[in-house]
């Protein structure tokens, strides 16, 4: 079976512009994570989506936003690139299977976004 | 609020010689923990997960864990090392509110294995 694949694998923009990231998750999984991971840090949670709706948030600004479709793969867009945007961006996908149990997510390779 | 601190940045060990990658957790409700591993330029791979089922988890590539809640640690250990080994490994909690399972994972900062032959 096909993991979690992201594209592009990689990205070069200009600050100001605007950016589109895409992830297909695992067959069979409903909910998409996105993570970005700075250089040299662990990743931090931005959205989670599941049947096309949002399901959490992290701390990151309104620049950030996503959607999911109805085949469960989803586009992470980040308007206004900052300089700061550049990192590894991952998307992660679970089957969601609810209860206190944590689902475990699969992350696909990233997309390394570099922001000049 | 959950975290995780992973105490080393960095290990280096010999090759054949035991791997111990350290980690405490804070968390108010009963955690769900993860190993995951990164190797240079690629993405996270799990390693293994701890769901409140035995204490101690065995994960892939002769990777264990032990939860060992009196002392808020879930350290991953592996008898001996490889030089396949040599990674970024993440420590992992999940996140959870009054109404439950939030779907974010909180990552630790990692640590980094070196593995000299």
């Known amino acids: 079976d096909a993991g979690v694949t992201q594209s592009p694998t990689h990205l070069i923009k200009t600050r100001g512009q605007q950016v589109t990231l895409r992830c297909s998750p695992i067959?069979?999984?409903?909910?998409v994570s996105w993570y970005q991971q700075v250089l040299g840090q662990g990743p931090q949670f931005i959205f989670q989506y599941y049947e096309k709706e949002e399901r959490g948030r992290g701390n990151f600004p309104d620049r950030f936003s996503a959607r999911q479709f109805p085949n469960y793969s989803s586009e992470l867009n980040v308007n206004a690139l900052l300089l700061g945007d550049s990192a590894l961006y991952l998307c992660?996908?679970?089957?969601?299977?609810?209860?206190?149990?944590?689902?475990?997510?699969?992350f696909g390779p990233g997309t390394r976004l570099l922001v000049l | 609020a959950q975290s995780v601190t992973q105490l080393d940045s960095h290990v280096s060990v010999s090759e054949g010689t035991p791997v111990l990658l350290r980690c405490n957790y804070s968390?108010?409700?009963?955690?769900?923990l993860f190993w995951y591993v990164q190797h240079p330029n690629k993405g996270l791979q799990l390693l293994l997960k701890?769901?409140?089922?035995?204490?101690l988890v065995k994960g892939i590539n002769g990777f264990e864990a032990e939860f060992k809640k009196s002392e808020t640690s879930f350290h991953l250990t592996k008898p001996s090392a490889h030089m396949s080994d040599a990674a970024e490994y993440f420590c992992?909690?999940?996140?959870?509110?009054?109404?439950?399972?939030?779907?974010?994972?909180?990552f630790g900062q990692g640590t980094t294995l070196q593995v000299k032959p």
């Open positions: 701890y769901t409140s089922a035995a204490t």
């Open positions: 992992v909690v999940s996140g959870y509110s009054g109404s439950g399972n939030t779907g974010k994972l909180i």
């Open positions: 968390s108010s409700y009963s955690p769900s």
């Open positions: 067959s069979g999984h409903k909910s």
């Open positions: 992660a996908s679970s089957e969601l299977t609810g209860g206190l149990d944590q689902e475990t997510q699969y």
